[in-house]
């Protein structure tokens, strides 16, 4: 059974920061690349940060580059989401996202909110 697992959500001041994390199993993490989604109230679902398979390349949505970090475990099918110098426009449900990096199959996790504010 593949689970996606997000946690480290929470609410936190403008300028601070927050670790998500995605616990994963059931599917071979080493071959699916790993991103970030994140979909504010009334919006779509944006992409916010992708690392590829074995973790040699990375990509982030021009309103977080700088601010985010993506990294993974692949020893421990982990994948986490480094938030730093957060904005009250980061206020989102957060999503774990799996993309096999050959086929058309992904996963998604069930999401953790993130609220910005003072």
């Known amino acids: 059974q593949v689970q996606l697992v997000e946690s480290g959500g929470g609410l936190v001041q403008p300028g601070g920061s927050l670790r998500l994390s995605c616990a994963t199993s059931?599917?071979?993490?080493?071959?699916?690349?790993m991103s970030w989604y994140r979909e504010a109230p009334g919006g779509g679902r944006e992409l916010v940060a992708t690392?590829?398979?074995?973790?040699?390349?990375?990509r982030y949505a021009d309103s977080v580059r700088g601010r985010f970090t993506i990294s993974r475990d692949n020893a421990k099918n982990l994948v986490y989401l480094q938030m730093n110098s957060l904005e009250p426009e980061d206020t989102a449900v957060y999503y774990c996202?799996?993309?096999?990096?050959?086929?058309?199959?992904?996963?998604w996790g069930q999401g953790t909110q993130v609220t910005v504010s003072s």
């Open positions: 690392i590829t398979s074995r973790g040699g390349s990375t």
């Open positions: 059931g599917f071979t993490f080493i071959n699916y690349a």
């Open positions: 996202n799996a993309q096999h990096s050959l086929y058309k199959v992904q996963y």
